[in-house]
């Protein structure tokens, strides 16, 4: 299996509101460092989006998952709460209204986080992620969905990592991201030496596993997975021009 690979699958292994659950035991740090690997974009785009700082936002990102490992400020969450994005933003809302960040500068890299934040790559993210004139609210939405979608991503092409097959999904992935009607098959069944009937029923296969993966993903982070439809639309809607 590709060292590639392996990542992955330990970083997909939860997403949900298990992670949470784990930050009142024994294994406390490492659920934060899960937690901070897979959400700190959008908080951090958030922060960026309401601060307009740099320097600031990185403070509040980093200062808010040291301070809530510090006094474990997430025990109090469960799912009964609702969405997991929502209680996440509302959290770090919290923190910054706070007057821990009003009477205590937040010093970058202090307290106990376990891992360090790439704010290069968070920065280019959040170039991604905003549009002109957006709320710093439109921009978590956005930064979220975005964030979730790269995570179908990868465990998508996991899976065919596990499979030494790396290469059919480099070549079958503009299926995902092109309309049909403009996906040229001909080229593909040329890439992969298959008949191009071949070819159209392999996106089928990796479309239809796509939308499995992302309502899975999605519906971890709901209290009842009979609202992934509306949450997906939700989603995408945030990812429509800004008007």
């Given at each position: 299996?590709?060292?590639?690979?392996?990542?992955?699958?330990?970083q997909?292994?939860s997403?949900d509101?298990?992670?949470i659950?784990r930050?009142?035991?024994?294994?406390?740090d490492?659920?934060l460092?899960?937690?901070?690997?897979?959400?700190?974009k959008p908080l951090?785009a958030?922060?960026?989006?309401?601060?307009?700082?740099v320097?600031?936002?990185?403070?509040?990102?980093?200062?808010?998952?040291a301070?809530?490992?510090?006094?474990?400020?997430?025990?109090?969450?469960?799912?009964?709460?609702?969405r997991?994005?929502?209680f996440?933003?509302t959290?770090l809302?919290?923190?910054?209204a706070s007057?821990?960040?009003?009477?205590?500068?937040?010093?970058?890299?202090?307290?106990?986080?376990?891992?360090?934040?790439d704010?290069?790559?968070?920065?280019?993210?959040f170039?991604?992620a905003?549009l002109?004139?957006?709320?710093?609210d439109?921009?978590?939405?956005?930064s979220?969905t975005?964030?979730?979608l790269?995570q179908?991503?990868?465990?998508?092409?996991?899976?065919?990592?596990?499979s030494?097959?790396?290469?059919?999904?480099?070549a079958?992935?503009?299926?995902?991201?092109?309309?049909?009607?403009d996906l040229q098959?001909?080229?593909i069944?040329?890439?992969l030496?298959?008949?191009?009937?071949?070819?159209?029923?392999?996106a089928?296969?990796?479309?239809?596993r796509?939308?499995?993966?992302?309502?899975a993903?999605?519906?971890?982070t709901?209290?009842?997975?009979?609202d992934?439809?509306?949450?997906?639309?939700?989603?995408f809607?945030?990812?429509a021009?800004?008007?």
């Open positions: 299996m590709p060292a590639s690979s392996n990542i992955r699958q330990q997909f292994a997403t509101w298990s992670v659950n930050l009142d035991g024994p294994n406390a490492q659920a460092a899960t937690l901070c690997e897979l959400y700190w951090y958030y922060a960026r989006g309401k601060t307009r700082d320097h600031k936002a990185q403070d509040l990102t980093q200062g808010f998952f301070h809530v490992l510090a006094k474990n400020s997430l025990r109090q969450a469960a799912p009964d709460r609702g997991f994005r929502s996440l933003l959290a809302k919290n923190f910054m007057e821990y960040v009003r009477d205590n500068a937040v010093q970058r890299g202090g307290g106990r986080l376990a891992i360090s934040l704010f290069e790559d968070g920065e280019r993210h170039g991604h905003m002109d004139n957006m709320t710093a439109r921009i978590f939405d956005r979220w975005l964030t979730v790269d179908v991503m990868n465990r998508l092409r996991a899976e065919f990592e596990l030494d097959s790396a290469d059919r999904f480099d079958l992935q503009p299926a995902l991201n092109s309309a049909t009607g098959y001909a080229a069944a040329e890439r030496k298959i008949s191009e009937t071949a070819a159209r029923q392999a089928s296969r990796l479309r239809k796509y939308r499995e993966l992302l309502k993903e999605v519906s971890r709901l209290v009842d997975p009979a992934v439809d509306d949450e997906i639309n939700r989603m809607q945030s990812l021009p800004n008007k």
